[in-house]
């Protein structure tokens, strides 16, 4: 694998760079965007360096810590579509990212690849990312449909149709582009890493079942707490 160093990397910024300037250029703002950039360099400096202490530690418990983080941060996101039931609807978010995105990479990690020790950090983490990130993207998706449909009038049962066929609906792209249109994220990794190929893509045939499924966990979850939540807030004395 070709190591990027600091020049490399600092000559990778240059795109960025001139797109900026076109943005300028036709008076759009580009404030958001500086920011971005900014904000993803800061990021992934950071990330980085978090990864290679946790990495270096080699501690289960270290490893549960950071997956109950990320399974809080991710069920906290996931409800930006709807600021106005954020909080009561977290548990319900919470329980969702848990399920779907916490059992099928239990499934995954201790069934399908037998990791030894359970938690090796450079397969859960990773692996922890992808799946509870497609969870929250699902459920983000299902909660904003869910209530644009139920403010239209339209039954619970129908909004929740709708809500679950519109949160599969990325999932299920990328189930059709993949290795037409796109080569995901994982797989081109390690190829550049020196993988063969073909090893790469049945990693990435495990990934995207674990994709797909986390997805339709979620959601199923999140909207089937979410309908006794809503229905407990809306009693009388409650």
């Known amino acids: ?18 797109t900026l300037f076109l943005l300028l250029r036709w008076s759009m703002s580009v404030r958001e965007a500086i920011y971005a950039l900014l904000r993803m360099l800061l990021q992934l400096l950071v990330a ?6 946790i990495f270096g530690a080699g ?26 039931h954020r909080r009561r609807l977290l548990l319900c978010a919470f329980g969702g990212v848990l399920v779907g995105g916490g059992l099928t990479l239990l499934f995954v990690t201790q069934v ?14 990773p692996l922890a990312g992808m799946a509870l990130a497609n969870a929250m993207t699902s459920i983000s998706l299902a909660a904003e449909r869910f209530f644009s449909e139920l403010s239209h009038g339209v039954s619970w049962e129908a909004a929740r149709i709708k809500a679950f066929e519109t949160a599969m609906i990325p999932v299920i792209n990328s189930l059709f582009a993949v ?17 063969s190929p073909l090893i790469a893509a049945r990693y990435q045939i495990m990934v995207m079942c674990m994709l797909f499924a986390s997805s339709g966990l979620a959601t199923a979850v999140f909207l089937s707490l979410s309908k006794r939540a809503l229905a407990d807030h809306s009693r009388p004395g409650s």
């Open 48 to 53: 980085g360096y978090a990864l290679a202490w």
């Open 179 to 195: 290795g037409l249109v796109s080569l995901p994220g994982m797989m081109t990794g390690q190829i550049l890493s020196g993988i």
């Open 1 to 18: 694998m070709i190591t990027l160093d600091l020049s490399q990397l600092a000559l990778s910024l240059v795109p960025a760079i001139l």
């Open 112 to 125: 399908v690849l037998r990791l030894e020790p359970w938690y090796l950090p450079n397969y859960m983490i």
């Open 59 to 84: 501690s289960g418990a270290l490893i549960l810590l950071v997956l109950a983080a990320m399974v809080t941060a991710s069920a906290w996101i996931s409800l930006r579509t709807v600021p106005e």
